[in-house]
């Protein structure tokens, strides 16, 4: 093995990054979110980056890994997963709630799944570095892509128009029908994205409902999906496919935990996604046999790398599953590596979820653009991104100087510190 490729050293940003007053059905986000930027610089002197979630609990396991990692080569991701496991220590993940995450928005939370995260930036990192120092794109790093763009969907938020006590943003509020088309129009304007994600359990479901009808008005033929994150009963999801059967692409985890997925989709012939109840490979074999979901949205951060989205394809491909894919706040590190891994996938059946466009802030140099809501595939070296570095900086004097309320994720809080009687909608 080249010395050159061994790991010297591993460097740990946590920062927080603006987030805009988005509506799901667990709160609000807050006005930053954490995210943690990982940087694996190799004995050759290239660094490689990666990014995932910056919560408290992601960053003990994410420590221990960094610091075992020095000596290892960037080479060896595959590795990571049995280092991760081994270097952990329980004590880091114990507060980890099995049954739900803390967000309420991403199913079963295990302390492995966890790990998992936590690895997928150290693997996007290992290659970004690996990529720099063969003058290889990461998607050649994963066989080649199979597309030169990656087509993103417009990810539609309820929304209040600004934070409490804070400055409206430019996006301005969209708390009705009118509202979200508004919003889907400045998407369009902007980007130009070709079909349309409203993010729902927001509103009770007739709104949510009267605003895709709203959405099918003003944009015919578009592709849109409705995602009320478990919100609904089996009873309300089987009348909203009813009702939105002729406009949806899919519906996307109408209700709650795979049995009342599959009871759902044994009623309807609309389509159901998810990015809740199969997070993980142990949670495919009982949603196959069940019949509860026709599609799965993949995301590096849930399945541990970039290598591990294309084996969930791969079983995808092999059980007829269509393949979407799932985004969070994120900033242009992982956008880079979203759009690296989708361009190796050969049957990605729908466009990309993205949460970049609501973000003001990043790390990187270049802000990448949308044209028609595709991106470009780089073919420049690794991810094919710089590091700014000031502005990694800034955020991190940002995250160093909170006074820990925003450095966990908590859109339940955040709604209930602007009304105390809150409580998440469920019908
Ligand atoms: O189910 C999904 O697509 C998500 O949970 C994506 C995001 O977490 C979104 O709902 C959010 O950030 O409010
Ligand atoms: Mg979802």
Known sequence: MDSALC?????????????PPLLNTQGVHQPFTPRLVVEIVTRGGVTGLGETYGDARYLGPARALAAALPGHPVTHVNGLFALAEEVGDPAMTAGVDERADAGGLRGAQTAAKLRLSVVSAFETACLDALGKTLGLPVHALLGGKVRAEVEYSAYLFYKWGAHPGGAPDAWGEAVDPAGVVEQARRFDRLHGFGSFKLKGGVF??????????????????????????????????????????????YLEDPATGTAAMAEVAA??????????????????????????VRI??????????????????????????????????????????????????????????????????????????????RLAVSDAPGLGITLDRDRLADLHRRWAEDDGRMRDRDDAAAMRAAHPEWTPGRW
């Open 7 to 19: 790991i010297d050293d591993v460097r740990l940003t946590p920062i927080l990054i603006a987030d």
């Open 204 to 249: 009770p479901p007739e709104e949510e409902t009267a605003a895709i009808r709203a959405l099918a008005g003003e944009f015919p033929g578009r592709p849109l999906r409705l995602d009320p994150n478990g919100a609904w009963s089996v009873a309300t999801s089987l009348a909203v496919a009813r009702e939105l059967g002729d406009v949806l692409e």
């Open 267 to 292: 009623g309807t012939e609309v389509p159901l996604a998810t990015n809740m109840c199969v997070t993980a490979f142990e949670e495919v074999p009982e949603a196959l046999a069940r019949g509860a």
């Open 296 to 373: 799965v949205l993949c995301d590096h951060h849930y399945w541990g790398g970039l290598h591990r989205t294309r084996e969930l394809a791969a079983l995808c491909r092999t059980y007829g599953i269509g393949l979407s894919m799932h985004s969070n706040t994120h900033l242009g590190i992982s956008l880079a590596a979203m759009t690296q891994v989708a361009a190796t996938l050969p049957r990605l059946d729908h466009a990309c979820d993205t949460h970049y466009p609501w973000q003001t802030e990043d790390v990187v140099t270049t802000a990448p653009r949308f044209r028609s809501g």
